[in-house]
């Protein structure tokens, strides 16, 4: 019953901002945590950002400072906002939940950056 769906992945250029949106359906009480991964070609898929029930969020190195986990309650979706991305960002994006003891993940989204 649960399912999420992400959207607003696409070819940005080095140093430009993106905005990724994850769309939660279902019935859903007391979510633990939500949060982001990312997965490169060739390497694994690593957390870039995460945000529990109390609203404490975590960043990976990598993004810290640049990268923004939020949340939307009335719209039941949350939000990756990427600002000056890099080259090095490029991956595939899931957005994940943690509920109920198990992990929903979305379909991903392609983020390129390129000149």
């Known amino acids: 019953q649960v399912q999420l769906v992400e959207s607003g992945g696409g070819l940005v250029q080095p140093g430009g901002s993106l905005r990724l949106s994850c769309a939660v359906s279902?019935?859903?009480?007391?979510?633990?945590?939500m949060g982001w991964h990312r997965q490169a070609p060739g390497k694994e898929r690593d957390m870039v950002a995460t945000?529990?029930?109390?609203?404490?969020?975590n960043y990976a190195d990598s993004v810290k400072g640049r990268f923004t986990i939020s949340g939307d309650n009335a719209k039941n979706t949350f939000y990756l906002h990427m600002t000056s991305l890099k080259p090095e960002d490029t991956a595939v994006y899931y957005c994940?939940?943690?509920?109920?003891?198990?992990?929903?993940w979305g379909q991903g989204a392609q983020v390129t950056v390129s000149s």
């Open positions: 279902g019935t859903i009480f007391s979510i633990s945590a």
């Open positions: 945000i529990d029930w109390r609203d404490i969020t």
């Open positions: 994940n939940l943690r509920y109920g003891g198990n992990m929903y």
